[in-house]
């Protein structure tokens, strides 16, 4: 393929993210060890490109790194308690001085960078503030924080009406008192807690080094999380990504996005492509589950098709799956049908029949099947049915698991005998519910 055709396929399956994050509020963590890496120039003409392309930006600047230096210089030792630095009076001057230092830095490239873009000639208008009301840690295992503090209030509102006039709203990690007292903020759980006041469409966290190389171009629920938290081997920084990446999903943050920025461009690979490049935390399941339509049957089709070629599923046809779209239930992402499932009742034995059970092969691990399984038996008990069956020939096992047990003296209901495939044979699994 040419270079020519590369660049007209890219651009044509970027087009749906471009038109889904149009108007949709991120917020942005970058650290330090990226703002100051060679990388750094590529992120912000990625930026400026987000900005213009309408999404409404927060950008939080991270500053551990360059405080740490600061203090190396004055030859100070930076102290930690549970991974959150001790600031007292002494260091506290420093610590300012750092943060007002990356946030300079910060505005100097992007001013100097767009100029020797494409985007030459345009602007960005940046707005900072006080806009997080910030107050003490206080003593914690005995251990006086100091200066160090946390989020009490963040000025949602104001920095809702900035967005709507196309600003770009930088904060740093600092937190105001009421009492005019200043508090060094940890800047990871600041841009969660922004996210969250905000009801943000994605929470991004840029970083320098990998988290997990492994765990790379990844999509998880919340519940997979969890597992890797309990595992021993999954390093602390991507627990400690994971553990903000859960709380912003239960404040309905919408998606987290946690990117290593280790090539040129993988922010936008992670925005607009569907393989992505970074670890993806949503909750699939309760975004996108819903009643099928008629304008679905396109992308079942698709779905199902290789699991038909295979003979894991029966063949429909598309006339057949007109006539029974409405039995289907699907879990859409980023306009593609990634899950589905299909309950269909009959009406003269009381039963309903559990079929064409589908997932993409990137969210096999999600979970999205037994929760596909959870919305047919809901929708079979709202229509008075209590007892289900299926016909499977490799998936016995995982209806077992799921409270199916095998039914050799299962009688199927006379419409289903009609086109049921003797030759296919197909175990007939039950369950009540």
Not at 29 to 55: C, K, P
Not at 352 to 357: I, K, S, T
Not at 385 to 407: A, D, K, Q, V
Request: aromatic share 6%.
């Amino acid at each position: 393929m040419s270079n020519t055709q590369e660049y007209v396929q890219w651009f044509r399956a970027a087009a749906p993210y471009i038109k889904a994050h149009r108007k949709k509020t991120m917020v942005m963590m970058v650290s330090d060890e990226v703002i100051y890496s060679d990388r750094f120039i590529g992120v912000v003409h990625d930026i400026a490109l987000l900005n213009h392309l309408g999404i409404k930006l927060v950008i939080l600047l991270g500053s551990r790194s360059r405080i740490d230096k600061h203090l190396a210089a004055n030859q100070m030792e930076p102290r930690f308690h549970n991974n959150v630095r001790i600031t007292d009076s002494e260091t506290m001057p420093l610590v300012v001085q750092a943060i007002n230092e990356v946030k300079t830095y910060f505005e100097s490239q992007l001013s100097m960078g767009l100029p020797n873009t494409p985007m030459s000639g345009s602007e960005i208008s940046m707005i900072g503030g006080n806009f997080v009301i910030g107050m003490p840690l206080g003593v914690i295992d005995g251990i006086d924080m100091q200066h160090s503090g946390r989020v009490r209030v963040i000025k949602h509102e104001a920095i809702k009406d900035l967005l709507a006039l196309n600003h770009v709203v930088l904060l740093s990690n600092l937190g105001y008192s009421r009492t005019g007292e200043v508090f060094n903020l940890p800047t990871e759980e600041l841009a969660a807690e922004v996210a969250c006041a905000l009801k943000a469409d994605k929470l991004v966290f840029v970083q320098r080094e990998p988290a997990d190389a492994n765990r790379r171009a990844s999509t998880l629920s919340t519940s997979q999380c969890e597992e890797l938290l309990a595992q021993a081997d999954t390093p602390e920084d991507l627990k400690h990504m994971l553990q903000l990446a859960i709380l912003a999903i239960q404040e309905q943050v919408k998606r987290v996005h946690i990117i290593d920025q280790q090539v040129d461009g993988g922010l936008l690979l992670e925005l607009f492509s569907r393989d992505g490049y970074g670890i993806m935390v949503t909750n699939l399941f309760y975004e996108g589950s819903r009643a099928a339509n008629i304008d679905d049957i396109g992308g079942i089709l698709s779905l199902i098709e290789p699991l038909e070629a295979s003979g894991v599923l029966v063949v429909r046809s598309r006339e057949q799956m007109e006539l029974e779209i409405r039995h289907f239930q699907v879990i859409e992402k980023d306009g593609m049908i990634i899950a589905c499932i299909a309950c269909i009742p009959d009406s003269t034995d009381g039963i309903a029949e559990v079929a064409c059970l589908a997932v993409h092969d990137e969210y096999r691990r999600a979970g999205l099947g037994n929760e596909l399984l959870q919305v047919a038996e809901s929708q079979a008990l709202k229509n008075g049915i209590s007892r289900l069956y299926t016909l499977t020939t490799r998936s016995s096992h995982w209806f077992i698991e799921h409270g199916f047990s095998e039914n050799r003296d299962f009688n199927l209901p006379a419409g289903k005998r009609a086109s049921y495939n003797a030759e296919r044979g197909s175990k007939i699994l039950t369950k009540s519910i």
